[in-house]
């Protein structure tokens, strides 16, 4: 591997004339500066990172700690930030912390010792908020809140309207017993879904039904199971995300239930596989791929010293498709009886 001190001397410079045309930290005669590029060139020669990041106070990395990157909503909106920032010649250190609170707090000493430039975080632990209040970088919280921790900025969709849209498109399909698979580990998006259904039970005189299942396959099938057991005459759910609903897809039908005829199911977030799932999923869409880039955005003008929004709420939509009945054929067989 080359030094610094081989390009120096194949350059007829010092060692720290080429830091300095490498860092840009001072001016240097255009002759020399041709001279170090080209032995840099010609070496391919690579600086430590570390170092620089060390001697700079900046590593042009920017750290993120999910709490399940098996998820595609956050593996998605890793990817998104990961686009932008080595668009703007940084990179990104991906965590997947599994909700460890001591885990998390590792990662955030990681990312200052290494200098990161700011952190984008995912998670619900108490204990980390306590950890990031003492963070000396920006940080960004995406799709949930930390009480107790003012964070630099956050980016969430409107969860409360998710919730209510996903409900209501199913009372309006015709759905009389409609079952909410709430989020119990008290995540704020979870939450604000779950208030949004609430008020379509309130708005339609409908009986609140739900059962407790975090964000997650395993989680999901196990609540499936307790549905069926609990509300055998379920006619609709509302289920906590994507994921979820494809475990109740499957418990379902094993069970003899057809889906969309017996059983109408809507999910949330709109990861990409929704579409290739078969029947294609019924979901509310958050604009994952706009929230990772503007996390990045925010990251880079909080090191630039630019101003940005604190709060920024993106707006859902409904995208129907396979497994719930759309309106036109909700109407069409309401003529029919």
């Known amino acids: 591997m080359t030094s610094i001190r081989e390009v120096a001397k194949l350059a007829g410079v010092s060692p720290a004339t080429v830091s300095r045309v490498m860092n840009g930290t001072a001016n240097v005669n255009e002759e020399k500066k041709k001279r170090v590029e080209a032995a840099i060139k010609e070496t391919g020669f690579q600086p430590n ?48 912390s599994g909700g460890d609170e001591e885990k998390e707090a590792v990662n955030i000493q990681m990312f200052n010792q290494l200098r990161a430039d700011g952190i984008v975080v995912m998670t619900n632990c108490t204990e980390t908020g306590k950890v990031l209040a003492d963070c000396p970088i920006p940080v960004v919280l995406v799709d949930r809140k930390l009480v107790g921790f003012k964070e630099n900025a956050l980016i969430e969709s409107d969860n409360y309207r998710g919730g209510f849209m996903a409900a209501e498109h199913l009372a309006k399909c015709g759905c009389k017993n409609i079952v909410c698979m709430k989020e119990p580990t008290g995540y704020s998006s979870g939450r604000r879904r779950y208030e949004g259904y609430l008020d379509v039970c309130k708005k339609y005189n409908l009986k609140e039904q739900s059962v407790d299942c975090c964000y997650n396959y395993e989680s999901g099938l196990r609540a499936a199971e307790e549905i069926l057991k609990k509300y ?96 036109r054929k909700c109407s069409h067989e309401s003529r029919e009886k």
Do not use: W
């Open 232 to 327: 055998p005459e379920v006619d609709g759910v509302v289920a906590g995300n994507d994921i979820v609903a494809m475990s109740v897809y499957k418990v379902f039908t094993r069970h003899g239930k057809k889906i969309p005829q017996e059983v109408q199911l809507v999910g949330f977030d709109d990861v990409g596989f929704g579409e290739l799932f078969i029947p294609e999923l019924t979901t509310i869409h958050q604009p994952i791929k706009e929230m990772g880039h503007l996390a990045a955005e925010i990251i880079l003008k909080a090191v630039n010293g630019e101003p940005y929004e604190k709060k920024n709420v993106f707006d859902v939509k409904l995208i129907e498709r396979d497994t719930t009945k759309n309106n």
């Open 49 to 96: 990172e570390l170092a620089r990041a060390l001697y700079k106070k900046s590593s042009k990395m920017i750290g993120m700690i999910v709490p399940d990157i098996e998820n595609p909503f956050f593996s998605e909106l890793a990817k998104a930030v990961e686009d932008t920032a080595y668009q703007n010649g940084y990179r990104i250190l991906l965590c997947s």
